[in-house]
């Protein structure tokens, strides 16, 4: 396994910086948002080209959203998600990972939906194919994020997920996992890590509160364990809340994240 983090959490004033900072930290790679690919292709290209750390994924970053209810921005989502697909290539990135959907909830006093889940269901395979299709002709994948059930209404946990992925014409679209989702909504966090060995290629290490790994209470060694005895050798990849000390948090965790795999 390989050890990547989100350049929001590198120091850096531009993106050299932050990748110069990533390798200085002791990660294997950088998971970037798509939204600097999209905005500032010049600056990102030059920054990878004149550097020789991986990138280890896309994040999202992308206009709309895959069940976004507006047909203009569900279209500029497939059309962003398209362009971050062959960047990803181009840097030899496992692909691009996207949620559904972000900022709906049956849980929360959000706008009612419109669309029915089962129109969901058909606009997102639909939709899957379409991009799928094209991550096989890229040689990469989009990977699907499920999310709390506080931040999407639709694909919360791995077996949802799978159940999608099951449905589809094409072995372009994958998933990850989030522990910080997963200790919410994951009966048994190894268990549905284990059901979802086959379909796994990124994984986002976050801890219960959101903050780095080892500043919460999930049990990393416990699932990280499971995670070597599925085989998974891919990359791990820290999503959290911004540390108030970056350099000397990241190193500490990254330490406490090496002891156990």
Request: with cysteine.
């Amino acid at each position: 396994m390989k050890i990547a983090c989100q350049d929001t959490l590198i120091p850096g004033d531009n993106i050299k910086k932050i990748l110069l900072n990533t390798k200085e930290l002791g990660f294997d790679g950088i998971e970037i948002s798509g939204e600097k690919f999209l905005q500032n292709p010049t600056e990102v290209n030059e920054a990878f080209d004149s550097t020789d750390i991986e990138l280890a994924i896309i994040c999202a970053g992308h206009r709309g959203w895959l069940l976004s209810e507006d047909k203009q921005k569900q279209r500029e989502a497939v059309r962003d998600i398209k362009e971050l697909l062959n960047y990803a290539a181009k840097y030899k990135a496992i692909g691009v990972l996207t949620p559904t959907i972000y900022g709906t909830s049956d849980y929360l006093p959000y706008p009612p939906r419109k669309r029915s889940l089962k129109e969901d269901e058909k606009l997102l395979i639909d939709t899957l194919n379409e991009l799928g299709a094209q991550a096989v002709q890229s040689g990469v994948y989009l990977l699907l994020e499920p999310l709390i059930r506080y931040q999407t209404h639709y694909i919360n946990k791995l077996s949802e997920g799978i159940e999608i992925i099951d449905k589809l014409d094409n072995n372009g679209v994958k998933l990850m996992a989030d522990t910080f989702h997963m200790n919410m909504e994951e009966k048994d966090i190894d268990k549905s890590l284990k059901e979802a060995k086959d379909y796994l290629y990124h994984i986002h290490l976050s801890d219960s509160n959101r903050r780095l790994p080892g500043q919460g209470h999930i049990d990393f060694p416990r699932h990280l364990a499971t995670l070597k005895s599925i085989g998974y050798n891919k990359y791990l990849s820290f999503e959290a809340l911004k540390p108030d000390n970056p350099t000397k948090q990241l190193k500490e965790s990254l330490k406490y994240i090496l002891k156990n795999i």
